[in-house]
């Protein structure tokens, strides 16, 4: 009768099934960071487009009245899909915005913000006469803009009027 001696016998070592799970979870941490990364440049390069978008029908609008159009008319859903193109009913709402983002939504949905500094998650739009002032394209013209978006990492997206 034969009886397998221990030196025979096939298997893995705790040891070794260790290395293997450390391997397999450094392996796993590496391709979510990778991910993670790529979301991120991702989103940013939204944000560059919606900005470079809205400036280009900021720009249009400025070349057929004469004027850029108010915080109030930017924000205005009805007032952009009739004067404005492109500048569709989410243009203003950035990748990671959410109804708790409370600086930039109103009743439950996404506006830019009137800020020099623009908070995480929203766009910022400031709008000046031509003296810096305030304008209502009422009494004042709005003579100048600026589109703001923070990026993840920090840094600032940013483009200004053309006139």
């Not at 913000?113 to 709005?142: E, F, L, M, W």
Request: hydrophobic share 30%; net charge positive; glycine share 6%.
């Amino acid at each position: 009768m034969n009886t397998p001696s221990a030196h025979n016998q096939r298997g893995f070592t705790i040891i070794e099934l260790l290395i293997v799970t450390v391997l397999l979870l450094i392996l796993a941490s590496i391709i979510a960071l990778t991910y993670n990364g790529v979301q991120t440049k991702n989103r940013n390069a939204e944000r560059q487009n919606t900005i470079d978008t809205i400036q280009g029908q900021m720009e249009a609008y400025y070349a057929k009245y004469n004027t850029y159009p108010t915080l109030a008319d930017l924000n205005n859903t009805n007032w952009r899909s009739k004067n404005t193109k492109d500048l569709g009913g989410d243009i203003l709402r950035d990748p990671k915005w959410n109804p708790g983002t409370q600086q930039c939504t109103s009743t439950g949905t996404h506006k830019a913000i009137a800020a020099n500094q623009p908070a995480d998650h929203c766009y910022s739009y400031q709008v000046t006469s031509a003296d810096a002032g305030a304008c209502d394209n009422r009494k004042t013209n709005c003579a100048h803009y600026t589109l703001t978006a923070r990026l993840e990492g920090g840094d600032k997206y940013v483009k200004s009027s053309l006139n």
